[in-house]
């Protein structure tokens, strides 16, 4: 699965979450960066995320993803 | 001798509860839904004098099946209603209006109709405690996404005050607990994110066991709690104060 194929699914997932088609995701993106990105959406976007992937996070490797860009980082490595 | 009807009895919180409050003589009417052998054995290995019920409460036509057989029992002194449908969590665009209803039915209206039967009979008898579960989330700011399972949880502790005002000249008590997150089977479809969450944002830095909840829930349905009812007690370590 490439980079863009992870980007596009999880731009899928935000704008699901967050009930907002015009998401547009960056590496760069932030919590700062959508209004109703607090701690309990983030863990609703990781549970949507690991049923999208089929993989798991440990909260361990979840609790300081500084940005998009590391999340995306991250589902690849999960992916394999 | 007392005669205890338990709803729900094949959770974890059930058999901790049966282990905890049975005493000599004590029987059991014990309800559970196609996950029975566990409890079986339970009972067995422990001598508990118990009668099972295997009752789709989402089901009506099954709760008033179940109604009848239990009017060819002996009279509940108590009676603790545990069941619930697992917690799904979901957008509230998302909010799915069936399966509301089937929770209704599981945790309003089999209650409804066995305390219809059982409290007019225990309001005779001068004697009955009844013990429903809630949720700490009906103390505070509920977590999203978690409309279904907030609204029956509520109607619960709204069931119980209403009982509680209405026998409490009966020598009946009626009462709710509200323990936080409990590490159960119940939360089998819950993510362990979640889970791990609650106990790191949790003061203890863990979620409750059910050797946590179940003391306190066997103090309620004791002789000893006589002059409490209509409560709704926290059983939070913390995580909600009010």
């Known amino acids: 699965m490439t980079r863009e194929d992870i980007f596009a699914q999880l731009t899928e997932i935000f704008q699901d979450v967050f009930d907002d088609d015009e998401i547009v995701l960056t590496d760069d993106t932030t919590a700062d960066d959508i209004e109703d990105w607090d701690s309990l959406e983030q863990i609703n976007l990781l549970v949507a995320i690991e049923k999208q992937f089929k993989i798991k996070f440990q909260l361990a490797d979840v609790s300081n993803l500084e940005n998009v860009g590391a999340m995306v980082d991250l589902v690849e490595k999960l992916v394999g | ?242």
């Open chain 2, 1 to 242: 001798m007392s005669v205890y009807l338990i709803t729900g009895a094949t959770s974890d919180v059930g058999f901790e509860l049966i282990k905890t409050v049975a005493k000599d003589g004590d029987k059991f009417l014990l309800q559970g839904y196609s996950d029975s052998g566990k409890l079986k054995v339970f009972c067995a290995e422990n001598n508990i004098d118990y009668r099972y019920f295997d009752v789709d409460l989402t089901d009506n036509a099954a709760t008033d099946k179940f109604m009848a057989q239990l009017k060819d029992c002996e009279t509940p002194t108590h009676f603790v209603h545990l069941p619930a449908l697992r917690v799904v969590n979901t957008k509230f665009k998302n909010f799915d209006e069936e399966r509301f209803l089937l929770d209704v039915n599981v945790q309003i209206m089999s209650a409804v109709k066995i305390c219809k039967y059982i409290l007019p009979k225990m309001a005779k008898a001068k004697f009955g405690r009844v013990l429903f579960m809630a949720t700490s989330y009906v103390l505070a700011n509920p977590p999203k996404n978690t409309a279904a399972y907030i609204m029956t949880k509520n109607a619960v502790v709204g069931l119980v005050k209403s009982l509680a005002a209405d026998y409490a000249a009966n020598g009946i008590t009626v009462n709710s607990v509200s323990p936080s997150m409990i590490e159960t089977k119940f939360l089998a479809e819950t993510s362990h994110l979640i889970v791990e969450a609650a106990a790191n944002e949790h003061p203890m830095k863990r979620n409750a066991q059910v050797n946590d909840v179940v003391p306190a829930m066997a103090f309620l349905l004791s002789e000893e709690a006589r002059f409490i009812t209509g409560v709704n007690l926290p059983i939070t370590g913390g995580s909600v104060i009010e």
